[in-house]
């Protein structure tokens, strides 16, 4: 479409501007030169006929130069021929280029004649034919008294324009009288004077020198020639003798022709000017059409990654269902990262960028021929083609692989992991329902464990439906707050019944659910960016605490993202400070993965808040997969041997294991603490392999903060009773 207009703007409106202008120009021209012409042609015709007819008189006057003058009556009557070749015949040839003289008597005789030699010169009897009439009747008006007058002419005359023999001539016939009215003639008895002059040569030859007429010829016939001018000859009788014929002067013409290169020139600077205009706004529109089409692309794409923005994906994902076969399988897999808000918090969101930029380079090189869409931070949807739907599990499957593997952004290893949720769909189906239940089967995935797939099921949604609740409702309870409490789980040397420490724990009490477990909450909250709310809750209570009871240390758990978050040591360290409390009273447990992953926010609040005299310690140590030499090299004060070890210490191998933690642990120099402590010979095997403290149902189960306090007040009875002792 775009080269069809292009072909218009910049070649076919040029040549129709061009077109236009130069045939209204030509026309213009062409109709004012012919008009130009017409006239010309006139005024020609005029001119030829007053010069014929100038001629004619011209001839009689030439006449009266010798006719009029009494030497000639004397001589003509004399019979001078002598003088009569002299001054009448022969001198009027060499003179005025007359081409016969004849001089007759009163009685019609020839005194005497001269015919010019020429080629065709006529015959005497031709030259008599001709002028006999013209003499009979010049001699009738003379002896019927007839005098000169008008002023130009000296004396009457006779002349025509007629044949001799076969050529066009002037004759005329003239008396000769006295000019001096001396010699007395009886009028009509008169001798008389007869000049020819041809109209077909040298005259013909004259008048188109001195008036520029081209090819000036005499014909017999009209030659019908539209090239050419012409006009007949007739004598005074009006008999037609023959035509003058010329190429006629055309100025209109000639202008024409002279300006026809101008005119070209013009239509060529017309269409050069249209076409380069045409250029400019091809030129414009094009970049209109391709400004318009990048805005159709940002409306339609997410401009970090360039995949189909959530509308588009929709869209798209609906007239693709709408139009399906009955039989035609559908997939849409909806992908979520898992760690992605970490990565965030703790690179900074230009790596969380590059992040996402390289998953969706991922996804595109695993799914070349799928439709993929980002329709949120790190969300990503496929939709899968009715080949791909077969084996979506697989898929599924190899994207959670691929995007397990680590990321190398500006020379971190990042590893974040994906769940993914599958919906399959037979024919035509609504496309919010299929992705809603690709949402849900996510939502399994992620509730599996992450870094996991789930195929969607009826059964799914009833779990979604829950998990959503609890996201509402967790929102709103942290609004008003009184529905979290924080328990306390005393922590006891090994050979004492005297807790020691005490660990924070919270729970939510849900006022339809009931109490929730943190196991359950902990991930959602950090999931929707409410964990940082719920750690200020536990730290301040927990600070509150500290403040009641002097003899006694307090464990708080922190979240891996709060731990990332750069303003995590100031809110410790400022809480401690409100409540007046020492920071080597306060201990952070952290996750053994987080404590090894060289996060560098992490690494530097770990450090700022060790300086500050705050403890650390390593929870549910033995999960994480790490190697004793990576977690020496963090620097913590006890490690949590979790519960997991401790549930199975019967076994030797387990044994060998906690074996070697506190022994690895000891020559560390760090502090242990055996969790989830159940059974009498559970305690006494860690303690027997050197564990400093302890922690488990056995002793205590968490408990609430009154009864915390009412513990320490019996306590405190029991150790003053002791003392006193
Ligand atoms: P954790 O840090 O490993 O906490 C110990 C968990 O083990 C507690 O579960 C505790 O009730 C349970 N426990 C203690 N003794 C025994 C025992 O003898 N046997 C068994 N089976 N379990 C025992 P709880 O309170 O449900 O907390 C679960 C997890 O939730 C915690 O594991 C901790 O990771 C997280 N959590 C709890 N409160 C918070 C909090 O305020 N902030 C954060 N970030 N995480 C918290
Ligand atoms: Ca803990
Ligand atoms: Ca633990």
Aim: proline share 4%; net charge negative.
């Amino acid at each position: 479409m775009i080269s069809q207009s292009q072909w218009f703007l910049k070649w076919l409106l040029p040549t129709i501007a061009s077109a236009l202008v130069g045939s209204l120009l030509l026309g213009t021209l062409y109709w004012a030169a012919a008009r130009a012409d017409q006239v010309a042609a006139e005024r020609q015709k005029d001119l030829v006929t007053l010069i014929v007819s100038k001629m004619q008189s011209s001839v009689a006057h030439d006449q009266e130069s010798a006719t009029v003058w009494d030497d000639a009556v004397v001589k003509t009557k004399a019979g001078d021929l002598d003088w009569l070749a002299t001054n009448l015949g022969h001198w009027m040839h060499t003179y005025f280029g007359h081409d016969a003289a004849v001089v007759l008597s009163a009685d019609g005789l020839i005194i005497y004649q001269f015919i010019a030699e020429s080629e065709n010169a006529p015959s005497a009897e031709d030259l008599r034919e001709s002028y006999l009439p013209l003499a009979r009747r010049l001699r009738e008006r003379l002896s019927a008294g007839e005098e000169a007058v008008s002023d130009t002419a000296l004396s009457i005359g006779q002349s025509d324009l007629t044949y001799v023999g076969k050529r066009p001539a002037i004759v005329s016939v003239k008396p000769i009288t006295s000019d001096t009215g001396e010699i007395e003639q009886r009028a009509g008895e008169e001798n008389l004077h007869v000049a020819v002059r041809f109209l077909d040569s040298d005259f013909l030859a004259e008048i188109g020198n001195e008036y520029q007429f081209a090819e000036m010829q005499f014909t017999v016939d009209n030659p019908h020639d539209k090239s050419h001018s012409q006009i007949p000859l007739k004598s005074a009788s009006g008999q037609l003798i023959g035509f003058f014929n010329w190429h006629p002067f055309e100025p209109g013409s000639s202008v024409l022709y002279a300006t026809l290169p101008v005119i070209g020139l013009s239509v060529l600077s017309i269409f050069v000017a249209a076409s380069l205009s045409g250029r400019a706004i091809w030129k414009r529109s094009a970049r209109l059409a391709l400004s318009r089409q990048q805005l159709q692309h940002l409306a339609l794409h997410d401009s970090l990654t360039g995949l189909a923005n959530r509308a588009h994906f929709e869209r798209e994902l609906a007239s693709r269902l709408e139009s399906a076969l009955p039989q035609a399988k559908h997939g849409v897999l909806f992908v979520d990262l898992d760690r992605f808000k970490a990565v965030n918090d703790t690179y900074g969101h230009p790596t969380g960028d590059k992040l996402i930029s390289l998953v969706a380079l991922r996804l595109l090189d695993l799914l070349p021929n799928a439709l993929i869409g980002r329709i949120g931070g790190d969300e990503f949807t496929v939709l899968l083609d009715r080949s791909e739907a077969q084996e979506a599990g697989s898929l599924a499957e190899s994207i959670v692989k691929r995007l397990r593997e680590p990321f190398d952004i500006d020379g971190a290893h990042v590893v974040v992991g994906a769940s993914v949720g599958v919906a399959l769909a037979t024919g035509t189906l609504d496309a919010v329902e299929l992705i809603r239940r690709a949402d849900i089967a996510l939502y399994h995935a992620k509730a599996a464990g992450r870094n996991t797939y789930a195929i969607f099921g009826e059964h799914m949604d009833d779990l979604l439906r829950k998990r959503r609740r609890l996201e509402h409702d967790l929102r709103a309870a942290l609004k008003g707050k009184t529905q979290f409490e924080i328990f306390y789980q005393p922590v006891y040397p090994a050979n004492s019944d005297l807790p020691c420490s005490l660990e924070a724990l919270s729970r939510w009490r849900h006022p339809e659910l009931g109490l929730i477990p943190p196991d359950v909450f902990i991930p959602i909250a950090e999931e929707i960016g409410a964990i940082h709310e719920i750690g200020a809750l536990v730290l301040e209570d927990a600070c509150d605490m500290l403040a009641a009871l002097p003899l006694i240390d307090i464990a708080i758990n922190a979240s891996a993202i709060e731990m990332a978050s750069p303003g995590y040591p100031l809110r410790v360290l400022s809480t401690l400070a409100k409540w007046g409390v020492e920071p080597n009273r306060l201990e952070i447990e952290i996750t053994e993965s987080l404590a090894v992953s060289g996060e560098e926010q992490t690494t530097r609040n770990v450090t700022m808040l060790r300086e500050a005299r705050v403890r650390l310690a390593i929870d549910d140590f033995g999960t994480g997969h790490s190697s004793f030499s990576r977690v020496q090299s963090m620097i913590v004060d006890r490690i949590k041997i979790d519960k997991s070890f401790i549930h199975n210490i019967s076994q030797d191998r387990t044994r060998a294991v906690v074996d070697a933690i506190i022994t690895m642990a000891r020559a560390q120099g760090l502090d242990t603490t055996a969790e989830g402590v159940e059974t009498n010979e559970q305690r006494n095997a860690v303690i027997s392999l050197g564990c400093d403290n302890v922690q488990g149902f056995l002793l205590s189960r968490p408990i609430s903060r009154g009864q915390v306090l009412a513990l320490f007040n019996e306590k405190n009875c029991a150790r003053n009773l002791l003392e006193g002792r």
